[in-house]
């Protein structure tokens, strides 16, 4: 299972607030939803989110075994 890094809480303290981030169609209401809801995302808004923060996958991501 991929658990979410706080992206939200990485992309605001990058200056990327949700306002800006849907004003500016970077990520669309949608897929902050989804971020929020810990649903996944597909790997285009992964590279997208990366892209924003200058990071590696592994910031943002991380895997723990399904139990």
């Known amino acids: 299972m991929l658990i ?6 990485q992309l605001s303290a990058a200056g990327f607030t ?5 004003k ?4 669309s209401e949608r897929t902050i939803q989804r971020i929020r809801d810990g649903d996944p995302i ?13 990071c590696q996958p592994d910031k ?3 895997y723990k075994k399904d139990e």
């Open 4 to 9: 979410y890094k706080d992206i939200l809480g």
């Open 18 to 22: 949700t306002y800006r981030l849907r």
């Open 24 to 27: 500016e169609k970077l990520l």
């Open 42 to 54: 597909n790997t285009t808004t992964i590279d997208a989110i990366c892209t924003l923060l200058n």
């Open 60 to 62: 943002i991501l991380e």
